[in-house]
């Protein structure tokens, strides 16, 4: 039996942000080097309304285009190899965001048959229901709550997620911290390098 594991998409899995930021940049005449606050429309100064609508006029774009993130792809099918779960559980909706994150999914090759789409709602919910091992997140709200649960959560390093970071949370810069923090964790729970590949 291995671990639990559950993964966020946007910021972790899909590097979503470099294609979001290109694009509203275009779409409100800005030209912001980077997105180093989560909440974007204080970043871009529009409504949630607007910024909405943009994100529904241009969901296949803004979903579909991403890469995945360096080494994810690797890390991801080494732990499927070595028996462990993976949940991903994202903000995404459910519908057309749905629709084109499954259609991704198959152009990298990732199984979509444990995709939770939380929406607007905690992904609290799914940690729980899903007893997972270990969380990997970029957004630190979502981190915190699932931390204060007491899932251990890894913290992919971006600029909109710097700062103090609370028991339980640890921050990652790249693929291969996430996946030596997921080694050690295996490894305090007794699984050996038999059944967990390092």
Same mark, same amino acid.
């Given at each position: 039996?291995?671990?639990?594991?559950?993964?966020?998409?946007?910021?972790?899995?899909?590097?979503?942000?470099?294609?979001?930021?290109?694009?509203?940049?275009?779409?409100?005449?800005?030209?912001?080097?980077?997105?180093?606050?989560?909440?974007?429309?204080?970043?871009?100064?529009?409504?949630?309304?607007?910024?909405?609508?943009?994100?529904?006029?241009?969901?296949?774009?803004?979903?579909?285009?991403?890469?995945?993130?360096?080494?994810?792809?690797?890390?991801?099918?080494?732990?499927?190899?070595?028996?462990? /779960?993976? *949940?991903?559980?994202?903000?995404? !909706? =459910?519908?057309?965001?749905?629709?084109? #994150?499954?259609?991704? &999914? +198959?152009?990298?090759?990732?199984?979509?048959?444990?995709?939770?789409?939380?929406?607007?709602?905690?992904?609290?919910?799914?940690?729980?229901?899903?007893?997972?091992?270990?969380?990997?997140?970029?957004?630190?709200?979502?981190?915190?709550?699932?931390?204060?649960?007491?899932?251990?959560?890894?913290?992919?390093?971006?600029?909109?997620?710097?700062?103090?970071?609370?028991?339980?949370?640890?921050?990652?810069?790249?693929? /291969?911290? *996430?996946?030596?923090?997921?080694? !050690? =964790?295996?490894?305090?729970?007794?699984? #050996?390098?038999?059944? &967990? +590949?390092?």
């Amino acid at each position: 039996m291995g671990l639990k594991i559950g993964l966020d998409i946007d910021g972790v899995v899909a590097n979503s942000f470099p294609v979001f930021l290109r694009e509203l940049n275009k779409h409100y005449g800005k030209n912001l080097a980077q997105i180093d606050n989560y909440k974007m429309t204080e970043l871009f100064e529009v409504s949630q309304e607007d910024l909405s609508a943009f994100f529904d006029a241009n969901v296949e774009y803004l979903y579909f285009a991403p890469e995945p993130m360096a080494g994810a792809l690797a890390t991801i099918e080494s732990w499927f190899q070595a028996g462990h /779960e993976i *949940i991903f559980i994202t903000a995404r !909706k =459910l519908g057309i965001q749905e629709q084109v #994150t499954r259609k991704w &999914f +198959k152009k990298y090759g990732l199984p979509d048959e444990k995709i939770i789409f939380a929406g607007g709602a905690s992904k609290t919910f799914a940690v729980r229901e899903y007893c997972l091992d270990v969380f990997v997140e970029d957004f630190t709200t979502n981190a915190f709550e699932i931390a204060a649960i007491g899932v251990p959560v890894l913290l992919l390093d971006a600029p909109y997620n710097q700062g103090k970071l609370p028991t339980g949370v640890t921050r990652c810069y790249n693929w /291969e911290d *996430i996946k030596c923090e997921v080694a !050690k =964790l295996a490894c305090s729970k007794g699984l #050996t390098a038999g059944t &967990f +590949k390092f």
